[in-house]
């Protein structure tokens, strides 16, 4: 089995080169983790949005049919 023999500076290089890899790595990991969140938070807001309108056309026809009915003794 050869043995491979390397300088202290290559060692340091590769080292450098792998520390570099792996902080790219894991920035692009947060990237697509907050990619995620915000896709996320923006379907939650969509259904709120979706659900308020109809919420509100019924609370404002059930109001209506009440003071008609109150009014109307």
Do not use: H, N, Y
């Amino acid at each position: 089995m050869p043995k491979f023999s390397k300088s202290k500076e290559e060692i340091q290089d590769i080292q450098v080169r792998t520390e570099k890899i792996e902080a790219q790595q894991e920035e692009k990991r947060l990237e697509r983790e907050e990619r995620k969140r915000q896709k996320d938070l923006k379907k939650q807001r969509e259904f709120r949005e979706k659900l308020v309108g109809p919420i509100l056309l019924i609370i404002t026809i059930v109001i209506t049919l009440l003071i008609k009915m109150f009014s109307a003794k």
